[in-house]
């Protein structure tokens, strides 16, 4: 559960519900209860979306929203451990005995990347495997991006539309002019759900996105260069220091490995 | 032209004259100027063996070649 993401949204809330509460009161929430207002709003984004993307990407929203609500799990530290570990295996039992090793590694990228070690192919061809998958990764997480950012693009827009259509229907039924303010608040709360859900959640969300894109992508590159290094038959302490460099100094000295010496 | 076989099995030609350096691994890994690596089943010693002894074959092909055509041309 990535907490940041969690508390980020509820707090933005609560600063709206403490700012509300404290101007007016519990009436103050009387224009923000408006239906047609998060109709428009999020029925027009919504649209807009499936205008804008093909059906199936829309719908794979739901899953990309699980990525922005979970933490990473994936361990930097493991990775390295577990190369170095590999290089220390190959350099005394050569790369066929990895075999066994390989069968519970549980990242598929490592497992893939090292099992082709393995199969003896030879170093252009992995790397062009695995750079070559890196790049339809970064692509698929590219869409995810830019459906947050154009839903954090429309809200606003449609929250616009929405006041201006409730401008438009006040202004028609001027008759009752006690009204006018009333209808007016209404209106306006459509721009604030739009500039609001638009501004605390889905830029934010497609901010969050991109990070995570960045922090898998670097462990996939990390892996990159440990299945390359590996198969040229490196010293594990060689492996170690070489995939360190990737790390930032807090990771690399929490990083325990037996190479001294080898 | 030394033929040289993959960890998989699959027999291959690989072109000598691109060998940099060959270095045991254990598992004998061919590094190539061209910065590729490939990974074979013969020994260090082995790989070494067929180069020579293709360079032997294609010189004593072309010596016994020159000595033909030096014969033939008195």
């Known amino acids: 559960m990535d907490l940041a993401t969690i508390a980020g949204i509820l707090v933005g809330g609560l600063m709206v519900f403490i700012t509300v509460f404290h101007a007016e009161g519990l009436k103050g929430f009387a224009p923000f209860l408006n239906a047609e207002a998060f109709f428009i709003v999020m029925g027009g984004t919504f649209c807009a979306l499936l205008v804008n993307y093909p059906a199936g990407q829309v719908l794979g929203l739901f899953r990309v929203l699980k990525k922005v609500m979970s933490s990473n799990v994936i361990d930097t530290q493991e990775i390295v451990t577990t190369f170095v570990k590999f290089a220390k295996k190959a350099r005394t039992d050569g790369f066929l005995s990895l075999q066994d090793e390989v069968k519970s590694t549980k990242d598929d990228y490592l497992k893939r990347g090292v099992q082709l070690v393995i199969d003896g192919a030879d170093k252009e061809f992995i790397q062009n495997m695995m750079e070559t998958e890196l790049g339809f990764i970064r692509e698929r997480h590219k869409i995810g991006q830019e459906i947050f950012n154009s839903l954090g693009t429309y809200a606003p827009a449609f929250g616009i539309i929405g006041t201006i259509l409730g401008m438009i229907l006040m202004m028609t039924s001027l008759d009752d002019v006690a009204q006018v303010p009333r209808r007016m608040a209404l209106a306006l709360s459509a721009a604030f759900f739009g500039l609001g859900s638009g501004y605390l959640l889905f830029l934010p969300m497609a901010g969050k996105l991109r990070r995570r894109s960045e922090e898998e992508l670097l462990i996939k590159e990390i892996v990159i260069r440990g299945v390359l290094l590996l198969q040229t038959g490196v010293a594990p302490s060689l492996m170690e220091s070489n995939l360190k460099a990737y790390l930032d100094p807090s990771t690399r000295n929490l990083i325990r490995t037996n190479t001294a010496g080898d | ?74």
Do not use: C, H, W
């Open chain 2, 1 to 74: 032209m030394i033929r040289v076989k993959r960890l998989n099995g699959v027999e291959f030609y690989l072109n000598s004259e691109l060998i940099e350096q060959v270095e045991a691994t254990p598992d004998t890994v061919i590094t190539l100027t061209t910065g590729n690596n490939i990974v074979v089943q013969e020994s260090v010693d082995e790989v070494v063996r067929r180069v020579i002894d293709y360079r032997r074959r294609v010189y004593e092909e072309r010596q016994a070649a020159i000595v033909d055509l030096a014969k033939r041309n008195g």
